[in-house]
T-cell receptor
Framework: TQLLEQSPQFLSIQEGENLTVYCNSS?????LQWYRQEPGEGPVLLVT?????EVKKLKRLTFQFGDARKDSSLHITAAQPGDTGLYLC??????????FGTGTRLTVIP | GAVVSQHPSRVICKSGTSVKIECRSL??????MFWYRQFPKQSLMLMAT?????????EQGVEKDKFLINHASLTLSTLTVTSAHPEDSSFYIC????????????FGPGTRLTVL
């Protein structure tokens, strides 16, 4: 089993603050995805990163894939209440499987 | 974008009964679908990989006779929880990969199963 540890596990911040979520593993992945999940719903794909060192931006969200393709980070600028949710990273290895991270539950307080 | 649906969204059943959950890819073909289980405030745990036209591959610790998976077409996979018990109550989520596409999986909205 390839373990992906996310930190922090829980994060509660005020609207307008910045934050970074980390996703770390000792394994190398062919690609890494970030998802956001709201209560009672399935995860929604935010981004896929493939190349080591790759940086992708999605409005106020910035995703980075580590050079060695073992870790990733998600940075949110000027967080909004609508960013509240469970953030999951997932690494792809081999033909099919995704290995999900432990999750980061973000609460943005208005 | 790729859309995956699940039915039903919620189901409540009595202990000992069987429940079938459907997972459909609506606008793409999926040779591979995945079934996950998620307990409250936890991450997703892969239960099995469902391959169209062949037997599913189950993760360690998942009983294949209890969680029956059928992937009869390129757009439909079903998970049947047989002889359900209260400990089977959980949020079940399926996902699908685009046939011949990259590793990205697209997730359904989930099914909340409550066994009384």
């Amino acid at each position: 089993t390839q373990l992906l540890e996310q930190s922090p596990q829980f994060l509660s911040i005020q609207e307008g603050e910045n934050l970074t979520v980390y996703c770390n593993s000792s394994s190398v992945f062919s690609s890494l995805q970030w998802y956001r999940q709201e209560p009672g719903e399935g995860p929604v794909l935010l981004v896929t990163v493939v190349t080591g060192g790759e940086v992708k931006k999605l409005k106020r969200l910035t995703f980075q894939f580590g050079d060695a393709r073992k870790d990733s980070s998600l940075h949110i600028t000027a967080a909004q209440p609508g960013d509240t949710g469970l953030y999951l990273c997932a690494g792809a290895s081999g033909a099919n499987n995704l290995f999900f991270g432990t999750g980061t539950r973000l609460t943005v307080i208005p | 974008g790729a859309v995956v649906s699940q039915h039903p969204s919620r189901v409540i059943c009595k202990s000992g009964t069987s429940v079938k959950i459907e997972c459909r890819s609506l606008d793409f073909q999926a040779t591979t679908m995945f079934w996950y289980r998620q307990f409250p405030k936890q991450s997703l745990m892969l239960m099995a990989t469902s391959n169209e036209g062949s037997k599913a591959t189950y993760e360690q610790g998942v009983e294949k006779d209890k969680f029956l998976i059928n992937h009869a077409s390129l757009t439909l996979s079903t998970l049947t929880v047989t002889s359900a018990h209260p400990e089977d109550s959980s949020f079940y989520i399926c996902s699908a990969r685009v046939a011949g596409g990259p590793d990205t999986q697209y997730f359904g909205p989930g099914t909340r199963l409550t066994v009384l």
